[in-house]
C-alpha cells in the first residue's frame, strides 16, 4: 500500500498494544457491571408488584433504544451538574455497564422464560425457598439457552468500547487519535486499530461457539 | 419545570434541525444497509467459493471491528487514496455499511429458513434461477427477516449517532452544541434522549409492525386476509 510507513508502525504498535490493555479492561469492568445489573433488571420484570415491572420495563426499553454515545455524555455531564463528579473511566463503566445491563436482561427474560411452568410447581411443591428456587433449580436451565446471547453481548461491549474515547478513556480509538493529532498520520494508527479488533473479535467469537458447546453439554442440555 | 420550558422554547428549533439530520442519515443508511445486506446474503450462499470468501470477508470485517472506528477510517483515511467523501455522506455510507453486514446474516439466516421443498417445487415447475429467488424465496423469507430488520433499524438510528463525531450536524451535535454554550447538560442530553426514544418507540417500531402486518397479509398468511 503507498504511503505506510513501516518504522512509523512499529514506533506506535507499543503504545496501541498499551492502550488495548485499557481497552480489554473497560470490557471487562463494563461486562462484569451489565452481567449483575442485568439479573436485576430481568428479576425487577417478575415481581408481582405492578409498578415495578412496569417502571424496570420502561427503563431497560429507554436504554435499549437510544445511542450509547449520548448515555455516555449524559452520564459524564450530568454527575457534576447534581454534585457527583465522575471520573471518565468511572463515567463511562457506568453508561456502557447500563446499556449492556439493558440488553442482557433481556437475554436473561429469554432464559427465565424458557423454563417450563412445571419447574416451578414443582418448587412450590417439594417447598423450596424463593432463593433456593431461582439458584438450584430455575437459573441452571434458564442458562443454556441463555448462553449464546451473552457471548455475543460480550464481544459487542468490546467493539463499543471506542465510544468512551469521547469523554477520554485512553482506550485504544483514543491513543490512535492522539497519535494521529500529533504525528498528522491517520493511516496507520486507524488502520492498526482496526486490525487489533479484528484480531481480538474473530478468535473471541470463535473460542466463545466453542465454549457454547462445552456448556451445553456441561450442562447435560445435549 | 418552568426552566425546562424557557429551555426548549430557546433550544427547540436546533434540537428540530438536528432531528431532521439524524432521520435523513437513518433512512440513506437504512436504504444502504437493505441493499448491501441483500446483496451480501445472497452472495454468502453462493455455490462458488469466492464470491462466498468476498462476502465473508466484508461481513467478518464489518462485524469484527466497531462503527466508530470504520467511520474514521472512511472519513480520515479513505481520503489518502483519493477518495475524499464529504461528512454527511462518509457519515451515513460507514453506518449503512456497518449495519450492512449485519442485515447480511439476517437475510441468509431468513433465506435457509425456507423450507427446502420450496426450492424443489420451483425447480420442478422449471422456474428459472432468477425466478424462484424473487418470486418463490425472497417473498417468504422476508416475512422471517422482518421482525430482526426492525431491531436492526433501531440499531442504526442509535449508530447515526456517531456522526456527530465527525461534525454531521445531527441531534447529538447539536445538543453537544448547546451543552457546550449553556453547560445545562441534564436538558441538553435529556431532551436529545428523548427525541432518539420517540424516533424508535414511535417511528421505527410502529412502521415494522404495520410492515409485517402487510406482508402477512399479501402472502395471505392472516385469516380473511
Redesign the interface.
Given at each position: 500500500m503507498f504511503?505506510w510507513k513501516w518504522d512509523f508502525t512499529f514506533e506506535i504498535l507499543p503504545r496501541l498494544l498499551l492502550a488495548t490493555t485499557n481497552t480489554l479492561l473497560a470490557a471487562g469492568i463494563g461486562y462484569t457491571i451489565a452481567l449483575v445489573v442485568g439479573l436485576a433488571f430481568a428479576l425487577g420484570q417478575r415481581t408481582s408488584i405492578t409498578l415495578l415491572t412496569v417502571a424496570v420495563r420502561e427503563c431497560v426499553?429507554?436504554i435499549?433504544?437510544?445511542?450509547?454515545?449520548?448515555?455516555i455524555?449524559?452520564v459524564f455531564?450530568?454527575g457534576?451538574?447534581?454534585g457527583v463528579t465522575l471520573a471518565p473511566w468511572t463515567a463511562g463503566m457506568i453508561a456502557i455497564g447500563l446499556h449492556y445491563a439493558s440488553y442482557l436482561s433481556e437475554v436473561y427474560r429469554a432464559g427465565l422464560d424458557s423454563v417450563p411452568k412445571g419447574q416451578w410447581e414443582a418448587c412450590k411443591a417439594l417447598n423450596l425457598s424463593m432463593g433456593r428456587s431461582y439458584f438450584r433449580i430455575i437459573i441452571p436451565q434458564a442458562l443454556p439457552p441463555a448462553i449464546p446471547g451473552m457471548g455475543n453481548y460480550l464481544v459487542g461491549i468490546f467493539?463499543?468500547?471506542?465510544?468512551l474515547?469521547?469523554i477520554g478513556v485512553a482506550e485504544l480509538?483514543h491513543t490512535a487519535n492522539a497519535v494521529?493529532s500529533e504525528t498528522y498520520r491517520?493511516?496507520e494508527p486507524?488502520?492498526l486499530?482496526?486490525i487489533l479488533?479484528?484480531a481480538i473479535?474473530?478468535p473471541a467469537?470463535f473460542g466463545l461457539r466453542r465454549f457454547e458447546t462445552w456448556a451445553r453439554r456441561a450442562l447435560g442440555v445435549d | 419545570m418552568e426552566r425546562y420550558l424557557d429551555f426548549l422554547v430557546e433550544y427547540g428549533p436546533r434540537f428540530v434541525d438536528g432531528t431532521i439530520v439524524t432521520v435523513q442519515q437513518t433512512v440513506l443508511a437504512a436504504l444502504l444497509a437493505v441493499a448491501i445486506a441483500l446483496v451480501m446474503g445472497l452472495m454468502k450462499l453462493s455455490k462458488l467459493f469466492l464470491v462466498r470468501s468476498v462476502a465473508t470477508t466484508y461481513i467478518e470485517i464489518f462485524r469484527g471491528t466497531s462503527l466508530l472506528i470504520q467511520l474514521f477510517w472512511i472519513f480520515f483515511v479513505l481520503p489518502l487514496f483519493g477518495i475524499t467523501l464529504e461528512k454527511f455522506t462518509a457519515g451515513f455510507i460507514a453506518v449503512g455499511m456497518n449495519l450492512g453486514a449485519y442485515g447480511a446474516e439476517v437475510v441468509r439466516g431468513a433465506i435457509i429458513s425456507v423450507p427446502r421443498g420450496q426450492y424443489e417445487v420451483a425447480i420442478a415447475l422449471n422456474l428459472s434461477p432468477y425466478k424462484r429467488m424473487t418470486r418463490i424465496i425472497l417473498p417468504q423469507a422476508l416475512i422471517a427477516m422482518l421482525p430482526p430488520w426492525g431491531n436492526l433499524f433501531i440499531e442504526l438510528l442509535k449508530g447515526t449517532a456517531l456522526v456527530a463525531l465527525i461534525s454531521v450536524t445531527d441531534l447529538m451535535f447539536e445538543a453537544r452544541q448547546i451543552n457546550g454554550t449553556t453547560f445545562l447538560s441534564a436538558e441538553a442530553f435529556g431532551t436529545a434522549l428523548i427525541i432518539y426514544y420517540l424516533l424508535a418507540r414511535l417511528l421505527i417500531s410502529p412502521s415494522m409492525l404495520a410492515l409485517e402486518r402487510v406482508m402477512a397479509r399479501k402472502m395471505g398468511r392472516t385469516p380473511g386476509g
Amino acid at each position: 500500500m503507498f504511503d505506510w510507513k513501516w518504522d512509523f508502525t512499529f514506533e506506535i504498535l507499543p503504545r496501541l498494544l498499551l492502550a488495548t490493555t485499557n481497552t480489554l479492561l473497560a470490557a471487562g469492568i463494563g461486562y462484569t457491571i451489565a452481567l449483575v445489573v442485568g439479573l436485576a433488571f430481568a428479576l425487577g420484570q417478575r415481581t408481582s408488584i405492578t409498578l415495578l415491572t412496569v417502571a424496570v420495563r420502561e427503563c431497560v426499553e429507554f436504554i435499549r433504544s437510544t445511542p450509547l454515545v449520548l448515555q455516555i455524555f449524559f452520564v459524564f455531564y450530568v454527575g457534576p451538574q447534581v454534585g457527583v463528579t465522575l471520573a471518565p473511566w468511572t463515567a463511562g463503566m457506568i453508561a456502557i455497564g447500563l446499556h449492556y445491563a439493558s440488553y442482557l436482561s433481556e437475554v436473561y427474560r429469554a432464559g427465565l422464560d424458557s423454563v417450563p411452568k412445571g419447574q416451578w410447581e414443582a418448587c412450590k411443591a417439594l417447598n423450596l425457598s424463593m432463593g433456593r428456587s431461582y439458584f438450584r433449580i430455575i437459573i441452571p436451565q434458564a442458562l443454556p439457552p441463555a448462553i449464546p446471547g451473552m457471548g455475543n453481548y460480550l464481544v459487542g461491549i468490546f467493539k463499543d468500547t471506542p465510544m468512551l474515547s469521547v469523554i477520554g478513556v485512553a482506550e485504544l480509538l483514543h491513543t490512535a487519535n492522539a497519535v494521529g493529532s500529533e504525528t498528522y498520520r491517520f493511516l496507520e494508527p486507524y488502520t492498526l486499530v482496526g486490525i487489533l479488533f479484528l484480531a481480538i473479535s474473530l478468535p473471541a467469537a470463535f473460542g466463545l461457539r466453542r465454549f457454547e458447546t462445552w456448556a451445553r453439554r456441561a450442562l447435560g442440555v445435549d | 419545570m418552568e426552566r425546562y420550558l424557557d429551555f426548549l422554547v430557546e433550544y427547540g428549533p436546533r434540537f428540530v434541525d438536528g432531528t431532521i439530520v439524524t432521520v435523513q442519515q437513518t433512512v440513506l443508511a437504512a436504504l444502504l444497509a437493505v441493499a448491501i445486506a441483500l446483496v451480501m446474503g445472497l452472495m454468502k450462499l453462493s455455490k462458488l467459493f469466492l464470491v462466498r470468501s468476498v462476502a465473508t470477508t466484508y461481513i467478518e470485517i464489518f462485524r469484527g471491528t466497531s462503527l466508530l472506528i470504520q467511520l474514521f477510517w472512511i472519513f480520515f483515511v479513505l481520503p489518502l487514496f483519493g477518495i475524499t467523501l464529504e461528512k454527511f455522506t462518509a457519515g451515513f455510507i460507514a453506518v449503512g455499511m456497518n449495519l450492512g453486514a449485519y442485515g447480511a446474516e439476517v437475510v441468509r439466516g431468513a433465506i435457509i429458513s425456507v423450507p427446502r421443498g420450496q426450492y424443489e417445487v420451483a425447480i420442478a415447475l422449471n422456474l428459472s434461477p432468477y425466478k424462484r429467488m424473487t418470486r418463490i424465496i425472497l417473498p417468504q423469507a422476508l416475512i422471517a427477516m422482518l421482525p430482526p430488520w426492525g431491531n436492526l433499524f433501531i440499531e442504526l438510528l442509535k449508530g447515526t449517532a456517531l456522526v456527530a463525531l465527525i461534525s454531521v450536524t445531527d441531534l447529538m451535535f447539536e445538543a453537544r452544541q448547546i451543552n457546550g454554550t449553556t453547560f445545562l447538560s441534564a436538558e441538553a442530553f435529556g431532551t436529545a434522549l428523548i427525541i432518539y426514544y420517540l424516533l424508535a418507540r414511535l417511528l421505527i417500531s410502529p412502521s415494522m409492525l404495520a410492515l409485517e402486518r402487510v406482508m402477512a397479509r399479501k402472502m395471505g398468511r392472516t385469516p380473511g386476509g
